[in-house]
């Protein structure tokens, strides 16, 4: 029978129990560098003892016993360890609350927690009802409620000032929590509704409240957001393991082994050496189980000689940035799913042949890291008006008519020399479009809102402007491949039931030989389809409806078993993959904004300052043209009225 050790506050000593007859106790989260619990130390000397008394004394008076890692596992015997560590999912998620201790002073009252949160419910039910059309204004526009979103941010940064979020043992025990409470140095117990760490820092970048984003918040946004998300159930549980790629461990192969636990998907314990071997290990098992989602990610551009040589496994080193970027959330597979070799076979449809328009490239980021979904779409459009349409339906269809399509192509073109005036002169935060009139303004609004879920699959890879078409449709979809890919064969789009938080469906772009393609294989091993990308969110309806709004239909909407990557991908076994240059299909490049010396940048930013000007006082001219015309027409009127007597 599995058993660990309590430790009992008055007495302070050490008691043994069953693990399925523990007393009720708290379970202590903290960072081993801050030294608090030193192994070998009388309990009463150590730095924490103050805050567990506190702790016990005023928020749990019924309760007498604690766990604390370093104290009630032998750290000097290597058994014990091996006892007692896979143990710890049971051991926090059976404690009355974890305790989550800082060495430094968190600055905070529980009166003044409760005040703050009460002055952003109308946030919080924003962001729970997703209403940012009937509320987002208010909110953006009104100067007391985003003091109201300021003050608010503030106080959850206080909590962020210790590494303790940085740890990768400490994740699993916040997720694994049946409640948290928080003490630091100043021996204030605080509870705080954690659903605050995932709704504020949404609602500032989904309303670009500019003086809440990231700087002194990114560890708000880059820790403890995906953490208290994970925590409430408000994710998938598997995708506790894209928060890992920030943290820390003493032990490499701890990186997946920290947080098996609260993933749900634990692999057996064996020796294993390199953290990518376990992870290969914890991925197989995960998509065998039915979380495909884990095969179907936007690719991501790892660093040099990191290469997973399996297209459908993100590589480990990127692997957190590829999830928190698709888009993705639970992907219930369309029929069974096996993984042979790093090969995963599961249903699909097939939705159409792609054909490559030409390269878009990334999301515009600033010098300071935020990203600029409308700028980087005013220069995808390059001021061509052809192009601008096809980028409006591409990142539009499903949702827009043709008329709404051509105010968002006008936006986009009209925009150009401004937007890229910005990016030239960096100032890219002040930045915004013109619009002919308030229904145009009405429009673009809802264009972008859009994209800030739409274009999230962008943000690790470079999107191309492709155009999917089958028997029933032709219609322009954005793909997203990494920076490594080079194209030889036939692009198909297969749909394994990936939807994004909006409904709207990713596909994943595959490619096939001449052979696949015509089903005309007849290998006894046939290879596996090479994944290539994935494409932002594409609207998938009936014929009718997807002339009328850009959208997609299926051909075909049977079932079929489709093989990828793995040992059976000849893309993927062939170790030259990561280094071919030079072939594969050619793909027309958008007009390079980058890589200029600083002469050249001067000279095109004057260019783009004189034409700006022309353009004012050439608008000025014909709409003073315009309003003299109405005044002589008005004259002539009334001449001829005073002639006639009338």
């Known amino acids: 029978m599995s058993w660990t050790r309590l430790l009992h506050a008055p007495s302070c000593e050490l008691k043994k129990f069953p693990i399925h007859e523990l007393s009720p106790f708290i379970a202590i989260s903290h960072t081993w560098s801050d030294a608090l619990f030193r192994p070998g130390v009388p309990f009463p000397q150590q730095p924490g003892f103050k805050a567990i008394n506190c702790l016990l004394s005023q928020c749990f008076p019924t309760v007498e016993y604690c766990w604390i890692d370093t104290l009630c596992i032998d750290q000097n015997d290597a058994d014990d360890k091996k006892r007692q560590i896979p143990l710890m999912g049971d051991i926090y998620s059976k404690a009355v609350a974890v305790a989550i201790i800082f060495k430094t002073p968190i600055g905070l009252t529980q009166e003044r927690l409760d005040r703050v949160t009460r002055s952003v419910e109308g ?30 941010m503030d106080c959850l940064e206080l909590f962020t000032r210790s590494p303790w979020a940085t740890r990768v043992w400490t994740l699993q025990e916040f997720v694994l929590a049946k409640a948290t409470v928080w003490i630091g140095e100043d021996l204030i117990p605080l509870k705080i509704n954690e659903e605050l760490f995932v709704a504020l820092p949404d609602v500032c970048e989904t309303l670009n409240i500019s003086e809440c984003i990231m700087g002194r918040y990114g560890v708000l946004y880059q820790y403890y957001r995906g953490m208290a998300g994970a925590r409430l159930k408000m994710i998938d549980r598997t995708r506790v393991m894209e928060l890992l790629g920030n943290r820390t461990a003493t032990e490499a192969v701890d990186e997946v082994f920290g947080t098996m636990a609260a993933s749900g998907v634990v692999i057996e314990e064996i ?17 065998r189980e039915g979380h495909v ?38 992907v219930n597979p369309l029929g069974p799913v096996n993984v042979d070799d790093g090969v995963v076979t599961m249903a699909g449809r097939w939705v159409g042949v792609c054909k490559l328009i030409r390269r878009l490239g990334r999301v515009h980021q600033d ?32 949702r827009y008519t043709s008329k709404k399509i051509s105010i968002i192509a006008q936006v986009l073109k009209h925009n150009f020399y401004r937007a890229q005036l910005a990016v030239m002169s960096r100032r890219e935060g002040d930045f915004r479009p013109r619009f002919r009139n308030q ?30 078409h089958n028997e029933k449709c032709s219609a322009d979809i954005v793909m997203v491949m990494g920076t490594n890919e080079q194209l030889s064969g036939n692009l198909v789009a297969l749909d394994f039931g990936a939807k994004n938080t909006s409904g709207r469906t990713l596909l994943a772009v595959v490619e096939v030989t001449d052979d696949h393609l015509n089903g005309t294989n007849t290998q006894k091993e046939a290879p596996s389809l090479h994944k290539v990308g994935m494409t932002a969110a594409v609207e998938i309806t009936d014929p009718v409806n997807a002339k009328k709004y850009s959208a997609v239909a299926f051909s075909d909407s049977d079932l079929y078993n489709f093989s990828m990557g793995g040992r059976k991908c000849i893309r993927c076994r062939s170790s030259q993959h990561a280094s071919e240059e030079g072939e594969g299909v050619q793909v027309p490049e958008a007009e390079p904004l980058q ?6 940048k001067r000279r095109r930013l004057l260019k783009l300052k004189m034409r700006k000007q022309n353009y004012a006082f050439k608008r000025a001219n014909r709409r003073e043209g315009f309003f003299s015309g109405i005044r002589k027409r008005r004259r002539e009127r009334l001449t001829v009225r005073r002639g006639t007597g009338s």
Request: with cysteine.
């Open 123 to 152: 946030a919080l039910n924003m962001y729970r009802e997703e209403s940012w059309k009937e509320e987002g204004q208010k909110w953006e526009l009104g100067q007391q409620r985003r003091r109201c979103l300021k003050e608010a």
């Open 271 to 287: 020796d294993v050496e390199s953290k990518e071997e376990a992870w290969r290990l914890w991925w197989e098992k995960a998509v």
């Open 293 to 330: 989602r884990w095969s179907l990610l936007p690719p991501t551009s790892p660093p040099p000689g990191d290469y997973s040589f399996n297209c459908a496994m993100p590589p480990f080193s990127t692997r957190h940035q590829a999830s928190s970027s698709s888009g993705l959330d639970t």
């Open 367 to 398: 010098a300071n890291g935020l990203l600029h979904r409308d700028i980087t779409l005013i220069l995808f459009a390059s001021n061509n008006w052809s192009r601008a349409l096809r980028i409006a339906r591409a990142f539009g269809g499903g």
């Open 439 to 468: 229904y145009y303004q009405y429009i673009w609004s809802d264009f972008m809102l859009l994209q800030s879920v739409h274009m999230m699959v962008m943000n690790e890879g470079v999107a191309f402007l492709a155009e999917l």
């Open 595 to 600: 890589g200029l010396t600083l002469d050249q």
